[in-house]
């Protein structure tokens, strides 16, 4: 072989200016997931080479353990070398995972997220011609979310009820606030941070800049929670003011005209929800907490499609990692049986992709896929809810966007 068909293999690494330096064979550590990762995880892996190939490029998939799969083999729900893949390699992606009833991590996948300090949980959602949707103007909906990764309730910072170190918050604010909470209440603790809110308020504001988008909304229940989520809100602005005042500027700098630059602007959580509905073409880029993101994602993903088409990445932009994820569970009735819709790890990959810079093949999968499910070639999830589609199994979904790639 010569030298130069030779496909330089290695690790992807961090080079000064916070940019990405991908070889031509990049290796990816994944986790295949549990229940219906046996099936989705081989459909997209698939995709994604094929895609890949398209442009002289390959990957060295790695595979590590999580979940199940995990347990079964090692005895450890979340062993440590997965972490140290993820952190060594600085990009993965993964399959859904089932979370331990009873002791041991409240969450697999926020487990993974703090560990590593994910701190955004990206979300776009968007629709596809001929997928089919509860609303009569899907097409409308095309907004990313950034989601805050690591504060807010998801921090896990809870006191059972009656326990010991629920008595000593319950005198703790009984002191602090002269507030009497009933003995038999649990606790949770929402810390919201001026540092992390701005870390991802700036990735926010960053992406709208990079990919033309023409305004940014911070989602809030400030009106309630004034010193966590109002907070969130006043620090978004601030950080406008003082970091982006030449590209974006806020709806009460502008009186809602903001000329060339990039309209920043708020929501209440609730109207939100509401407005996502009744006027989707007014959002963007929303930038949010933990609690709101999960809401809102879901609530999105539901007007397009499902969540079985919903794509997610979260990402550290600072250091360079990103762990890229299916965003449902594992129903694990299905698993084995070559029936589910394979969409959300496939885009998943296409974020992935991405964020390594690789736009062709992205470009080119999104393109296949949107030819696929145009032509009513589907698996059941969406062949149930069309008229005369072609129903195909998972594997053969993947096989017909490659054969359109």
Known sequence: ??????????????????????????????????????????????????????????????????????????????????????????????????????????????????????????????????????????????????????????????????????????????????????????????????????????????????????????????????????????????LVRTEFADVAVGWDDCGGHPGEKILVKDAIADIALQQILTRPAEFDVIATMNLNGDYLSDALAAQVGGIGIAPGGNINYETGHGVFEATHGTAPKYAGLDKVNPSSVILSGVLMFEHLGWLAPAGDIISAMEQTIAERIVTYDFARLMERPTEVRCSEFAEAIIERL
């Not at 997209?44 to 995990?70: N, P, T």
């Not at 996948?109 to 011609?129: E, G, H, T």
């Open 1 to 238: 072989m010569s030298e130069k068909n030779i496909v330089k293999e290695g690790k992807i690494t961090l080079v000064p200016g916070g940019v990405l330096q991908v070889p031509d064979r990049p290796i990816i550590p994944f986790v295949r997931g549990d229940g219906t990762g046996v099936d989705i995880w081989p459909a997209a892996q698939a995709v994604l080479d094929a895609a890949a190939g398209k442009y002289g490029k390959s990957i060295a998939w790695h595979e590590v353990l999580a979940g199940e799969k995990a347990f079964n083999e090692t005895g450890e729900w979340l062993p440590q070398e997965t972490i140290k893949a993820f952190d060594e390699h600085l990009i993965g992606i993964k399959g859904p995972l089932t979370t331990p009833i009873g002791g041991g991590f409240r969450s697999l996948n926020v487990a993974i997220r703090q560990m590593l300090d994910l701190y955004v949980c990206l979300r776009p959602v968007r629709w596809f011609k001929g997928v089919p949707s509860p609303v009569k103007r899907p097409e409308l909906v095309d907004m990313v979310i950034f989601r805050e990764n690591t504060e807010d309730i998801y921090a896990g910072i809870e006191a059972e009820a009656e326990s010991s170190e629920a008595t000593r918050l319950r005198e703790v604010i009984a002191e602090l606030f002269d507030r009497d909470i009933p003995e038999d209440a649990g606790i949770g603790i929402k810390p919201v941070s001026r540092s992390n809110s701005h870390r991802l308020q700036r990735a926010a504001l960053k992406f709208a800049i990079q990919r033309d988008r023409q305004s940014v909304t911070w989602v809030h229940k400030g009106n309630i929670m004034k010193f966590t989520e109002g907070a969130f809100q006043q620090w978004g602005y601030e």
